[in-house]
């Protein structure tokens, strides 16, 4: 998810529980979206997230040709980011200024649905383990890489929704105030490529829960290898093993994962009550 900060007329209607004031959904070419207009300071929490987004730097030996300065300038970016995430969180969080901001300002989030993106999981066993005792977690590292929008194809989707979230900056009358033209070419304001490409990479916030670390054999997969469950959800070659959540889906959801996860349960309650009646 992107967020676009926009100055819109005074508004005092009564909000949702979650800051939503509009939904829409959206299809741009193949790429599919929803853009959500929500209170700017959901949670006092989506404008500080973006903004100290800005202020965060990556460095990698393109800058910086010593991995241990690049680890240690990394975790000292992190750092500002985070104090500068803390402070704004709290000043959003004061009145008058949060219901200044819920009344005269307004976030579009552009939620990019089915990416194609994926990150990994990596189990390794420390030095000291061993094999006359059960494996425990304290006998492994776990590795996890989001991979959030490492697949150029997904930035360039995203850039896309941008493109028709304007939109619906047109329909609230609006003013974007952030980030305006910290992503655009100077002179003609078209979106600039390499801006938009750091923007996205920096400020994107995950939309849905995490998925497919336990994927479900697909029909149309010839190599079972891929899959760590069946349709029926047993683990393969692990006799009364399940797995019912998220992470058995193989694909992203173009949905919120809750009502899946319900679905799924329902229907493995339902296989064992047949199984065992």
């Not at 209170?39 to 800058?63: E, S």
């Not at 929704?161 to 655009?184: K, N, T």
Request: with cysteine; proline share 4%; net charge positive.
């Amino acid at each position: 998810m992107l967020a676009r900060a926009v100055l819109t007329p005074p508004s005092f209607d009564i909000l949702s529980l979650n800051g939503v004031k509009a939904l829409f959904q959206v299809k741009v070419e193949e790429s599919r979206f929803q853009l959500v207009v929500m209170d700017a300071a959901v949670y006092a929490d989506l404008l500080p997230h973006v903004l100290a987004g800005l202020f965060r730097w990556h460095f990698t030996t393109d800058n910086i040709r010593s991995r241990w300065l690049i680890a240690w300038a990394n975790r000292l970016s992190l750092a500002v980011n985070i104090v500068l995430k803390s402070i704004l969180r709290v000043l959003f969080s004061v009145q008058p200024v949060l219901w200044l901001i819920r009344v005269f300002v307004s976030t579009i989030g552009i939620f990019l649905l089915n990416p194609v993106s994926t990150g990994s999981v990596r189990v390794k066993r420390r030095a000291a383990f061993s094999t006359a005792s059960p494996v425990r977690r304290k006998d492994l590292d776990i590795e996890v890489n989001l991979g959030y929008l490492q697949d150029e194809r997904d930035v360039r989707a995203l850039m896309k929704g941008w493109i028709a979230s304007d939109q619906v900056i047109d329909l609230l009358h609006g003013v974007e105030v952030f980030p305006g033209a910290a992503i655009r070419q100077l002179g003609n304001f078209r979106l600039d490529w390499s801006r938009f490409k750091r923007f996205a990479r920096f400020i994107c916030l995950p939309y849905f829960h995490w998925c497919g670390t336990c994927a479900m054999l697909l029909v149309t997969d010839q190599d079972e290898s891929s899959a760590v469950v069946d349709s029926e959800l047993r683990v393969r070659h692990i006799l009364s093993l399940r797995v019912c959540d998220a992470s058995v889906f193989p694909t992203t959801t173009s949905a919120p994962t809750a009502l899946t996860c319900a679905a799924l349960g329902h229907l493995l309650g339902s296989n064992l009550a047949k199984e065992h009646s």
